[in-house]
Each structure stands twice: as structure tokens, then as C-alpha cells.
């Protein structure tokens, strides 16, 4: 079973930098390293939306058309940690942050990541 913890969020200023945290950990014995991770956004109101995915051993990224070039996933496999880095928050960025991890497969669609993290809010004020 694995088990996934956000960090990171908060209240943060339009304009600000934020680094998202997620930490994984499984009683199975399983490696974070074979996991392909994800985040994904739900803002008040609307659907889970998909944001960004790293490949198991990070040489590989997808990002959301929405999001591209503004934010960077990445992983340390030595942590157990996957992160979501952006440089300049807006109040668009308002949402509930999941992480996600799937053993098998890549992709975009939530129904594609069997463990998810609790979520971790971040609201960007004005």
C-alpha cells in the first residue's frame, strides 16, 4: 500500500514562488523509484484537473497545456519526494494540489493513478 503526503501549501502573495512537496512511502517494501507520479489541481468548484507527470526516473515530463513553461515537476528518488515548483503564483492558481502514483502506466486521466495523497490548499491572494 502506498501512501502519499502533500506539503507545501498555504496562503501565499500574487506573485510569490511556491514548491510543492509530495513524500511517498509504502509498506509493501515498493520503491518510489518504479512509480510514475503526477500532480493534479481542483479548484473550488470545478473538476480534478490534471497538471503534470514525471516519468519513474525523472527523464521524462508532461505537462497541462494550461501550465506549460510556468511550473516544473520534478523528483528526487533519494528522497521519496516528488515536487511542483512555480515562480510567479496567481490568484488562478487558487486550488486543492493532489499528487497521484501509478506503478504501471503514464497519463492524464485521474482514473489512471491508483494512490493518492490527501491534497494540500494553496490560496493565492492579490
Known amino acids: 500500500q502506498v501512501h502519499l503526503v502533500e506539503s507545501g501549501g498555504g496562503l501565499v502573495q500574487a506573485g510569490d514562488s511556491l514548491r510543492l512537496s509530495c513524500a511517498f512511502s509504502a509498506f509493501s517494501g515498493r520503491s518510489f523509484k518504479n512509480y510514475e507520479m503526477a500532480w493534479f489541481r481542483q479548484a473550488p468548484g470545478k473538476d480534478c484537473d490534471f497538471v503534470a507527470a514525471?516519468?519513474?526516473?525523472?527523464?521524462?515530463?508532461d505537462y497541462a497545456d494550461s501550465v506549460q513553461g510556468r511550473i516544473t515537476i520534478s523528483r528526487d528518488n533519494t528522497k521519496n519526494t516528488l515536487y511542483r515548483q512555480k515562480d510567479s503564483m496567481t490568484p488562478e492558481d487558487t486550488a486543492v494540489y493532489c499528487c497521484?502514483?501509478?506503478?504501471?502506466?503514464?497519463?492524464?486521466?485521474?482514473?489512471?493513478?491508483?494512490?493518492w495523497g490527501q491534497g494540500t490548499q494553496v490560496n493565492v491572494s492579490s
Open positions: 514525471i516519468r519513474y526516473n525523472g527523464v521524462s515530463t
Open positions: 497521484a502514483a501509478n506503478l504501471m502506466t503514464k497519463g492524464r486521466s485521474p482514473g489512471q493513478y491508483d494512490s
